[in-house]
């Protein structure tokens, strides 16, 4: 255990580990991080905020920031407060990560028609040691998810075109149907890239 205290260079460093799970771009360059305290040299204090109030992926994200940062060598406890104040925009992004992504309407790097594709969940869910909940696709490689990915996962049953999933979620969460279809469509991609959906 090293005696030397912890510095926020190396707590911004950790946490640049730390992806969105819906967008590929680390937290530190999405503008997710409002402050960094450190005190008695170890323990940690960070103010994150998240991209959207009803993002499904909410609680992955803060276990991602604690565990990366708790990898810092002699680090005490890790403290992460989600703030709404100011509300998180597309402004606060690094702008070479807002240009590499090309915001605008939700775009798919897959075709697809919302009125007739017919996603469908492929994989296995399995539960690990710890408890947490792992999507397995064909080839055995493993994705860690949150409830919110599993129902999302499940009712893609080859049944429901994206606009009824959107509709369907829109209604189940109480948010705004774009706001919806933006996540919806983040997280159809991921999926498909991961192969645990086909479309």
């Known amino acids: 255990m090293s005696n030397e205290s912890i510095t926020k260079d190396q707590v911004y460093l950790q946490l640049?580990?730390?992806?969105?799970p819906e967008i590929p771009v680390n937290v530190v360059d999405l503008g997710l991080i409002y402050g960094i305290e450190i005190k008695e040299e170890k323990d940690v204090n960070i103010k994150m905020t998240m991209t959207t109030r009803g993002c499904p992926l909410h609680n992955t994200m803060v276990s991602d920031v604690k565990k990366y940062v708790s990898k810092i060598n002699g680090i005490g406890t890790?403290?992460?407060?989600?703030?709404?104040?100011p509300p998180w925009t597309i402004d606060k992004m690094d702008p070479k990560a807002r240009?590499?992504?090309?915001?605008?309407?939700?775009?798919?790097?897959?075709?697809i028609d919302y009125e007739k594709a017919l996603p469908k969940k492929i994989g296995s869910l399995m539960k690990s040691e710890d408890g947490s909940l792992i999507l397995l696709n064909k080839d055995e490689k493993s994705f860690m998810v949150n409830d919110a990915i599993i129902q999302f996962w499940e009712s893609c049953d080859g049944t429901k075109t994206i606009n009824q999933l959107t509709d369907y979620f829109s209604e189940k969460l109480g948010i705004p149907r774009q706001q919806v279809e933006h996540e919806i469509v983040q997280l159809l991609e991921q999926l498909f890239d991961s192969q645990l959906i086909e479309v």
């Open 16 to 20: 640049k580990k730390c992806m969105d």
């Open 99 to 111: 240009e590499s992504l090309g915001f605008g309407k939700p775009k798919l790097r897959f075709q």
């Open 78 to 85: 890790v403290n992460v407060e989600i703030v709404w104040d």
